[in-house]
C-alpha cells in the first residue's frame, strides 16, 4: 500500500462528500415537486407526458397501488427489452445492426431482459457479437434509466411513509418515476457523457474497425472435428458504439452492465483515471445523496448523516481490506516472477497486478471493487477472479450484506431503512419499551415484513448455490476452477444475481440453460419478492400517528445509532453466509498460505 | 414456441408478485397500529 493509493482513496470520498449534500436536497425538492431551476426546460416536457399517458399527477397511490403499478410497467419494459433483443436482427436500420447480428436467443434475450429490468445487469452475453446498437439503446440503455428511476422512486415511497402521519397514501408511481428520470438522471448523465467522451470514450455508430496486427498471433484452437487447428491471426476487430451515452448511466444508475464485455476495463469505457474518478463518483453520487434527501424530507437532518455514517464506516472497511489484500505479494510467485511484478520497487508499487489494468493499478483497481459492489453497480475495471482470495471475498461480502453501503439507488436507501426498522427493534428490545422510529410506532406487522425482506435474500442465494455445486451435470462442469474457487465462483453468481448487483466473478460459464434460468429467478426475486414487502412496511408506517419525543424515544441521529445500525447489518448481512465463506474464500486463502491453488 | 413459454413463465411471475402483494397486505391483523 502506498501513501499514493490512500491519498487517492481520501480525494474520492472528499468529492463525495462535496456532493452529496446539494444533490440531496435538490433531489427532496424534485420529489416534493416543489420548483427547480430546470422546471422552465423540463416542466413542460413533464406535462406533455402527462397528457399523452393520461396520468393525474395530483392522484395519490396506496402502498399496493403503488406496488401494483411498479410491477405492471416493470412486466411491460421487461417484454420490450425481450423483444427487440428476439426481433434486432429483422428490424430494417442497417445503421444500428452495421455487424448485421442476428437476433438473440430466446433463454439468454430472457436472462438479459430480466437482468437489465432489475437493475441488475448481469451479462451472460458477449456484448461485441451479442447485441447490435439498437438493442443497447433501446433494449439496455433505456432500462438503465428506468430501473434507476424505479428503485429511487420506491426509495421516496418510503421515506414518505416514515414522514407522513396517518395518511393512507405514498404517493403516485408513475409522477416519481418521471420525475426522477427527467430531473435527476438524465441531466447528470448530459453532462456526464461529454466529460467521458472529452476523455476519448467512443460514441459513434460506425461499423467494426479491422487493424493490422504489428505481430502476427498463432493461434491453436478445436477445429470442427475437435482435433487442434493453429491458424494464423493477422488482423483485429476493433469494436465500435454508442458508448459513452450508455456508461453515464451505467454508472450513475448503478446498473453496470458493459457495453463492451470487459466493462470499464476497456479502454472504449474507461480510458483514462479521471474516466475512472467520474465513474466512481457517478455510482456512489445518487445514493449517497439520498441520505441527505431521508434527513430533509423526515425533517432530521442528522438521521440522514446518522445512515451516511453507518455506510461510510463499511465502505472504509471493505476498501481497506481489499487494498491490503491485493497490495500483497502472491505467495506462490516465486523467484523471476516475483522480483519482476510482485514485491514493488520503483516506479511500480507491487502487489497482484494480474487482471488488473496498469492506468489504475492497485488502490483504483480495489476502490473500483469496493464501490461497484457496496453499489448495486457491478461494472468492473479489473477482474474479480484474479484477485487473492481475501481480495475478492470484500466484492462477495459487500454483495452479502444486501446492498446497503450506499447501495443501488434508492434500493440501497431502501434496504438500509429496512434494517434501521430492525436496529430500533433491537434497541426497543434492549431497553424494554416498544421502539420507535422517528415517532412512529414499530410494531409486529413491521417487524414480520423487515423480516421477510431480510430472510428471502440468503435463501436464494444458498438454495440455488446449494443445488448447483451439488449437480455435476449442469451446476460444477461450468466452473473454470475447482475446490473452494470454484465454489467461490458459484456463491458470487448467485449472490451477485440476488443483490441486483451484475458483476462477474468470472470463471463460471453462465451462459447454459440451467444458469440462464435460474439466474433469471434469482434477479426477479431478489428485485420484486423484496421490494414488496418493503411497500408494505411503507403503507403501514403511512398510517401511523407520529409520537412525541420522549425520553424513551432512542435517537436516531446519534453516534450510538450509527453503531448498532453498523452492527446490525453486519451480522443479519455478514453471519448469514459465514459458514459458505469459510468453505469459500477463506478456506481458499488459508490453503494459498500453505501452497495450494485451484486450477 | 420457446419465446412463448417464456413469456408465459414472465407473466405468471409478475402474477404471482401481485398475489403476493395482497397476501402481504392481508397478513396485517386488527389493533396493530392504534
Not at chain 1, 436536497?25 to 399517458?53: C, F, H, N
Not at chain 1, 429467478?521 to 400517528?545: E, Y
Amino acid at each position: 500500500m502506498t501513501s499514493n493509493g490512500w491519498l487517492q482513496i481520501a480525494f474520492f470520498f472528499l468529492l463525495l462528500l462535496l456532493a452529496a449534500k446539494p444533490l440531496g436536497l435538490y433531489m427532496a425538492r424534485v420529489y416534493e415537486r416543489k420548483k427547480t431551476w430546470l422546471d422552465p426546460v423540463l416542466g413542460p416536457v413533464e406535462r406533455l407526458l402527462y397528457r399523452i399517458t393520461g396520468i393525474n399527477p395530483d392522484t395519490e397511490m396506496r402502498w399496493t397501488e403503488y406496488g401494483a403499478a411498479m410491477l405492471i410497467f416493470s412486466c411491460a419494459t421487461l417484454l420490450l427489452s425481450y423483444a427487440i433483443q428476439r426481433l434486432q436482427g429483422v428490424i430494417p436500420i442497417v445503421r444500428l445492426n452495421p455487424q448485421h447480428l442476428a437476433g438473440v436467443e430466446p433463454y439468454l434475450a430472457w436472462n438479459t431482459a430480466v437482468s437489465f429490468t432489475t437493475n441488475t445487469n448481469w451479462q451472460s452475453y458477449v456484448p461485441e457479437s451479442t447485441m447490435s446498437y439498437l438493442s443497447q439503446m433501446t433494449a439496455l440503455a433505456t432500462h438503465n434509466f428506468w430501473s434507476a428511476a424505479t428503485g429511487m422512486a420506491l426509495a421516496i415511497a418510503f421515506i414518505r411513509g416514515i414522514s407522513r402521519r396517518e395518511s393512507k397514501t405514498l404517493g403516485n408511481f408513475w409522477v416519481d418515476l418521471t420525475r426522477g428520470t427527467l430531473w435527476v438522471l438524465l441531466p447528470i448523465c448530459i453532462v456526464s457523457s461529454l466529460a467521458l467522451v472529452s476523455q476519448g470514450v467512443v460514441q459513434n455508430f460506425k461499423p467494426y474497425d479491422t487493424a493490422k496486427l504489428v505481430e502476427p498471433q498463432t493461434v491453436t484452437a478445436p477445429g470442427a472435428d475437435g482435433k487442434p487447428v493453429t491458424t494464423t491471426v493477422t488482423t483485429q476487430t476493433i469494436a465500435q458504439g454508442p458508448t459513452a451515452s450508455q456508461e453515464a448511466i451505467k454508472e450513475l444508475g448503478t446498473n453496470g452492465g458493459g457495453f463492451f464485455n470487459a466493462n470499464s476495463a476497456h479502454p472504449f469505457e474507461n480510458p483514462t483515471p479521471l474516466t475512472n474518478l467520474i465513474e466512481m463518483l457517478s455510482m456512489f453520487l445518487i445514493p449517497a445523496a439520498f441520505c441527505v434527501t431521508l434527513g430533509r424530507m423526515v425533517g432530521s437532518p442528522g438521521h440522514g448523516w446518522a445512515v451516511f455514517a453507518a455506510m461510510s464506516v463499511l465502505w472504509f472497511a471493505g476498501v481497506a481490506t481489499c487494498y491490503w489484500a491485493e497490495a500483497q505479494p502472491n505467495p506462490l510467485l516465486h523467484g523471476v516472477d516475483q522480483r519482476v511484478v510482485q514485491m514493488g520497487a520503483a516506479p511500480s508499487p507491487g502487489g497482484n497486478m494480474e487482471g488488473k489494468e496498469v492506468r489504475f493499478g492497485v488502490a483504483n483497481s480495489a476502490l473500483w471493487a469496493t464501490v461497484a459492489t457496496d453499489t448495486s453497480t457491478g461494472a468492473v475495471n479489473s477482474m474479480h477472479d484474479s484477485y487473492m482470495p481475501l481480495g475478492g471475498m470484500v466484492p462477495l461480502v459487500n454483495m452479502m450484506m444486501g446492498e446497503v453501503i450506499f447501495g443501488g439507488v434508492g434500493s440501497g436507501m431502501y434496504g438500509m431503512l429496512i434494517l434501521v426498522i430492525v436496529t430500533v427493534f433491537i434497541a426497543g428490545l434492549m431497553v424494554g419499551r416498544t421502539p420507535e422510529y422517528l415517532g412512529k410506532k414499530v410494531q409486529a406487522y413491521e417487524v414480520q415484513l423487515s423480516m421477510l425482506y431480510v430472510l428471502i435474500f440468503p435463501l436464494i442465494i444458498l438454495g440455488f448455490a446449494a443445488v448447483s455445486v451439488l449437480a455435476p451435470s449442469f451446476g460444477t462442469s461450468s466452473l473454470a476452477n475447482h475446490g473452494p474457487h470454484g465454489l467461490s465462483e458459484i456463491l458470487y453468481a448467485y449472490t451477485s444475481a440476488a443483490a441486483n448487483n451484475g458483476s462477474a466473478f468470472a470463471g463460471l460459464n453462465a451462459n447454459t440453460h440451467w444458469y440462464n434460468a435460474t439466474l433469471g429467478i434469482t434477479m426477479l426475486t431478489g428485485r420484486f419478492l423484496m421490494i414488496i414487502p418493503m411497500l408494505a412496511v411503507a403503507g403501514s408506517l403511512a398510517t401511523k400517528k407520529i409520537a412525541p419525543t420522549s425520553v424513551g424515544t432512542f435517537p436516531v441521529n446519534s453516534t450510538l445509532f450509527t453503531v448498532l445500525l453498523t452492527s446490525v447489518i453486519l451480522i443479519v448481512g455478514a453471519l448469514t453466509f459465514f459458514p459458505a465463506l469459510s468453505l469459500g474464500p477463506i478456506l481458499e486463502h488459508l490453503l494459498l498460505r500453505a501452497g495450494t491453488s485451484f486450477s | 414456441m420457446l419465446d412463448l413459454i417464456i413469456l408465459t413463465v414472465s407473466l405468471v411471475f409478475f402474477v404471482i408478485a401481485v398475489a403476493y402483494v395482497y397476501a402481504c397486505q392481508s397478513l396485517k391483523g386488527g389493533g396493530d397500529n392504534a
